[in-house]
């Protein structure tokens, strides 16, 4: 998610309020003070102000006056916040630090660096981390309890029926335009010399690294190909293992002395070399230079020439799509399915291993582009696109399937409509606990918040 100057200057607003009791309230210019008591927890003037700018800095319409809607808001996380601690829920450090660092990264880039996000935001980034951290912390603590209160529901084909049974047309779902892909990619031949001159640099930066005569970070800012961590001079932030390339983890997590540089590391980004900032249980922190070999234009045009001639056999019968692409393709994310593309996105299926349904704006945009206007059956020729190392590869596709934008039926989208009736099943059981725990859970409101006409009654007692 990207965010404009503007909504990054609100963002950073609201990450000034809330340190304390002892904070100044925007809204009336008063020392702080809690305004409501939930269980053991409370929510304090400037909570509501730091939600109330966040809400409008991401564009979220809030219904009703936003000093009445933030409160109940809030007041319902903590009721799952106690649930989560009777419940002993566990939220992963790596998770909430890799989430931090993303959040971190649109903050340096649309400001230029880290001293104007300091500046804006009037605290240091490590102070800002550790808001960022106890916020997402707490919202994945929600989520975990709010998925364990739904995990069970389901919703039989009676009941999907039922359900939809006498809706009117026009309040069934409307189904947008999918389709299935198959895809063969080429990664065009890098030459040995290009190669030998990425590590003849990264040989040069750590010469001037170990002479002293440069800085890792400085080396970084000017020389990584990472766009992500050479703003930062290369950190990458606290990161588990499981969420670094197998290369790169193994000689990572091996360094022991900050003052060291890596060998070269080889992985599917590039080539790296690696330096130690700190270590923290199952945590690293660490620096990177990533630098890339060059395709030539001669490579990407013999990979265009390639990927034609294969097409054609294709077309000719010689070979079948699904055979070449488990010997041909080098994307390893569809070698082994025959090519099938997996739409992956939370929006598109709540099934564990995704669908091969995409809707075109899902779809790589270059992908997206050369099947818009493709028959089913028909292959593509050849086309060139960045994969998502962010290298430039060579690919074929084929339009497996295509289904018009239609109202779901029983019989073609069953799984559309009762994801729907799931999604309101759970809706209702979750109103429905947040009302039963509103009945035992200690709710206290100063006076001059009890005006308010809530969503739920029953919090002042």
């Known amino acids: 998610m990207r965010y404009s100057k503007i909504i990054l200057s609100l963002i950073l607003s609201a990450l000034t309020y809330g340190a304390g009791a002892q904070n100044i309230n925007s809204r009336n210019n008063v020392i702080d003070e809690v305004i409501w008591i939930v269980g053991d927890e409370a929510i304090l003037k400037s909570d509501v102000e730091d939600a109330r700018i966040e809400a409008m800095a991401m564009g979220q319409k809030i219904v009703g006056d936003p000093y009445c809607v933030i409160p109940e808001q809030l007041a319902v996380q903590k009721l799952f916040l106690n649930q989560a601690a009777i419940d002993s829920v566990e939220v992963s450090d790596g998770d909430v630090y890799q989430e931090v660092n993303s959040r971190i990264d649109h903050f340096v880039q649309e400001y230029g660096s880290k001293e104007k996000v300091e500046e804006y935001a009037g605290k240091s980034i490590s102070q800002l981390r550790e808001q960022l951290f106890n916020s997402i912390r707490d919202n994945e603590m929600v989520n975990q309890v709010r998925q364990g209160l739904v995990k069970n529901i389901k919703a039989t084909p009676a009941q999907v029926r039922r359900y939809f049974k006498d809706m009117p047309e026009d309040s069934i779902p409307f189904v947008p335009t999918t389709v299935e892909v198959q895809i063969i990619v080429r990664k065009p031949k890098i030459s040995q010399e290009e190669i030998e001159r990425v590590k003849a640099d990264l040989r040069d930066y750590t010469e001037r690294i170990n002479s002293g005569s440069s800085k890792f970070s400085t080396l970084a800012v000017m020389y990584s190909e990472d766009p992500g961590s050479a703003r930062r001079g290369g950190e990458l932030g606290f990161t588990g293992k499981g969420m670094l390339v197998p290369e790169f983890a193994n000689v990572a997590f091996n360094l022991n002395d900050t003052k060291t540089v890596s060998k070269i590391v080889e992985s599917e980004f590039g080539y790296h070399i690696i330096q130690l900032i700190e270590k923290r249980g199952d945590l690293i922190n660490c620096r990177h230079i990533l630098r890339k070999p060059r395709v030539s234009d001669k490579a990407l045009t013999d990979a265009v020439n390639e990927m034609d001639s294969l097409a054609n056999e294709i077309r000719k019968g010689t070979f079948t799509f699904d055979e070449c692409t488990s010997m041909v393709s080098d ?103 947040i009302k039963n725990k509103m009945k035992t859970t200690y709710v206290r409101i100063n006076d001059d918040w009890k005006k308010c006409e809530f969503k739920y009654a029953g919090w002042i007692k």
């Open 331 to 433: 994307d390893k994310d569809t070698r082994n399915n025959y090519g099938n593309m997996v739409n992956l996105s939370q929006e598109a299926s709540q099934a564990c291993y995704g669908t091969p349904k995409f809707e075109l704006k899902d779809l790589p945009a270059e992908v997206a582009k050369t099947v818009a206007n493709m028959n089913i059956g028909e292959i593509s020729k050849p086309f060139v696109m960045m994969n998502s190392k962010n290298q430039e590869v060579v690919a074929i596709v084929k339009l497996k399937n295509k289904t018009d934008g239609h109202r779901a039926s029983m019989v073609d989208d069953y799984q559309v409509l009762q994801n729907v009736l799931v999604e309101k099943l759970s809706s209702d059981k979750i109103e429905e606990w």
